[in-house]
């Protein structure tokens, strides 16, 4: 007997299904997110499980040693940095970004790079033609390599090949999104088509042994498109951030099962594709100049990674209206949290002022350890008074202006000892609770406790300049900071 279609409703974001349309969802409370969905009822699936069908499961203790995942690295050092070392088998990855970032490009290297090493890679796009591959490859200087493609979107048929393949290592699905499933009636793209296709995929990777790279396409809000419960299914999810003006990329991990979270591979696109930039910290500053005022660095950490990046700071005058606040690459909301405690712990003027935040190089920074040195480069606009340009900052702001102390401290100042800075402004380490810091030769430690000390730092160094003349300014008015 032929089955009804059944009419629901789904939340794009979560996944939740309820019977009516409505403008907001109430399991995950995002708005305009629930769409129609028409699917076939599967036929057998009220039937009672019999008893003789269940099975047991069997329990273990804590007891037991697992060796560490085997992995096979990439080729791609950046890659395999933000992958925890290299392609774990049976895994499922989820690649992310905005379109035209370079998604399909840093695979196709990767795939290459495998197929070139000896290893078998599957690479199937549901998105374009095999001539359009290949002549991304041939741009690429790809085309030696033994990878095989293959352009197909019927999961069945896939999935078929896939579990007839022996020796396979690595499987590229470009996209997710892309591909379809018969025994679902909805369009590919859809929260069922995803969902279900993603778990057979899946599926597959864990029966087979071969690890599995899903490229998602994302919303205009950067989220990945479709159900969140997609997130939760793979094993690692991967963004692509950046510009396409931009020539940097940078790709984060925000979830790894079987590595670091937060960790951070840095890119830069040319004309044979994304190269590796090893030492990020060298770029992002390669630019800098010394001895402008609104300018700091700042020792971050990403990951495991320390990052030197620079902080550029603008203030223009606005004495009507109300002030603008504009930010890249930070928080907005702490910005206005960090001018507010500015100006009430330690009498700083910004009312009147357009306040223009930067982050040098297209990283976005989300640690609270970088509030430090977006206060330097406030400070340092508002007194037209250059920070040292080599000192380097880092530390957390409190609401009642103290500075906090905040974690890999040794990290942040080997990384800077190494690109030549010799000073660095930081929490003071209180006298219990804190084990003494080593930091390397070379590096002088100018400690602060207090937000109203740094403020103190720059009045100082502007009333010495004051005698002299702006063009010969006093010995040491540039160590003021």
């Not at 997110?33 to 039937?47: F, I, K, N």
């Not at 790894?256 to 594709?273: H, L, P, Q």
């Not at 992002?284 to 950490?301: D, M, T």
């Not at 880092?394 to 080997?414: D, M, T, W, Y």
Request: hydrophobic share 40%; charged share 20%.
């Amino acid at each position: 007997m032929a089955t009804r279609p059944i009419s629901r409703f789904v939340c794009t974001q979560c996944g939740a299904v309820t019977g009516k349309w409505a403008g907001r969802c109430e399991t995950c409370g995002e708005w305009n997110s629930v769409a129609d969905e028409t699917v076939e009822a599967a036929p057998g699936l009220t039937a009672k499980p019999t008893k003789s069908n269940n099975r047991k499961i069997t329990f273990t203790d804590l007891a037991g040693s697992a060796a560490p995942p085997q992995r096979t690295p990439t080729g791609i050092a950046e890659l395999d940095r933000v992958l925890g070392g290299g392609l774990v088998p049976g895994s499922a990855i989820l690649l992310g970004g905005d379109p035209g970032i370079g998604k399909s490009t840093i695979l196709l290297q990767a795939a290459a790079s495998l197929a070139g090493a000896g290893q078998r890679v599957l690479y199937i796009s549901g998105e374009e033609a095999v001539e359009q591959v290949r002549m991304r490859a041939r741009r690429l200087g790809l085309t030696g390599s033994p990878m095989e493609l293959a352009a197909a979107i019927n999961l069945r048929d896939i999935i078929a090949s896939l579990e007839t393949a022996s020796g396979v290592t690595l499987v590229v699905i470009d996209s997710i999104q892309t591909m379809w499933l018969d025994q679902i009636d909805s369009a590919p793209g859809t929260v069922s088509q995803v969902r279900a296709c993603s778990f057979e995929l899946i599926r597959a990777a864990k029966t087979r042994g071969f690890a599995v790279v899903l490229v998602g396409h994302v919303t205009k809000d950067g989220a990945i498109a479709g159900p969140r419960v997609l997130e939760h299914m793979v094993d690692a999810v991967l963004y692509f951030e950046g510009d396409r003006g931009h020539q940097f990329r940078i790709l984060r991990g925000v979830k790894n099962r079987f590595g670091a979270t937060d960790e951070i591979g840095v890119f830069e696109m040319g004309e044979a594709g994304l190269s590796e930039v090893p030492n990020p910290s060298a770029l992002f500053l390669a630019e800098r100049r010394g001895h402008i005022a609104g300018s700091a660095v700042f020792a971050g950490l990403e990951g495991t990674r320390p990052v030197l990046v620079e902080i550029q700071c603008l203030l223009a005058a606005n004495p009507g209206g109300s002030p603008r606040r504009s930010v890249i690459g930070w928080d907005g909301g702490r910005l206005s949290m960090l001018l507010a405690v500015l100006e009430t712990r330690c009498g700083a003027k910004f009312q009147a002022t357009d306040v223009y935040l930067n982050v040098a190089g297209g990283l976005r920074i989300t640690e609270p350890a970088a509030d430090l040195a977006v206060a330097a480069a406030l400070v340092s606009a508002a007194s037209d008074m250059p920070t040292d340009p080599g000192m380097v900052f880092f530390g957390e702001v409190g609401l009642s202006g103290e500075i906090r102390q905040v974690a890999q401290a040794e990290a942040r100042l080997k990384e800077a000892e190494k690109l030549g800075f010799d000073a660095a402004c930081l929490p003071r380490r209180v006298a219990r609770g804190n084990r003494p810091l080593s930091p390397p030769p070379g590096i002088t430690l100018r400690e602060i406790g207090h937000l109203s000390d740094l403020v103190a730092r720059f009045a100082s160094a502007d009333e010495k300049t004051k005698p002299h003349d702006k063009a010969s300014p006093a010995p040491g008015a540039t160590k003021s900071s």
